[in-house]
């Protein structure tokens, strides 16, 4: 599966950005897909994952209540809408592709994508 993330940017604390990443290869629908991040010297994180369905989500404490995570297995895509960023959001994201919408929760993943930067300013 190959994955390409775009939409990162600068925003102000409060605003919102929508990041979007196209899944290609013959089996990426049957994938779950999400969307990670690691922010300069922390560990990566896990940010959001939903499953093939599109129905079945999953997010962090963190961003639960704030961002939505939706695809669309016509076109392939999984998208991230980050409302009410906070300065702590700041980190390059990356989209990924499992099996197993759990095991991206819990921190892994078979599939990455490249890195999209988001900067929050205060």
């Known amino acids: 599966v190959q994955l390409q993330a775009s939409g990162g940017g600068l925003v102000q604390a409060g605003g919102s950005l929508r990041l979007s990443c196209a899944a290609s290869?013959?089996?990426?629908?049957?994938?779950?897909l999400g969307w990670f991040r690691q922010a300069p010297g922390k560990e990566r994180e896990f940010v959001a994952a939903?499953?093939?369905?599109?129905?079945?989500?999953l997010y962090s404490e963190s961003v639960k209540g704030r961002f939505i995570i939706s695809r669309d297995n016509a076109k392939d895509t999984v998208n991230l809408q980050m409302n009410s960023l906070k300065p702590e959001d700041t980190a390059a994201y990356y989209c990924?592709?499992?099996?197993?919408?759990?095991?991206?929760?819990?921190?892994?993943?078979?599939?990455w994508g490249q890195g999209t930067q988001v900067t929050v300013s205060s």
């Open positions: 990924a592709a499992d099996r197993f919408v759990l095991k991206m929760a819990q921190g892994d993943s078979d599939y």
């Open positions: 290869g013959r089996t990426s629908s049957s994938y779950a």
């Open positions: 939903v499953g093939t369905d599109g129905k079945s989500t």
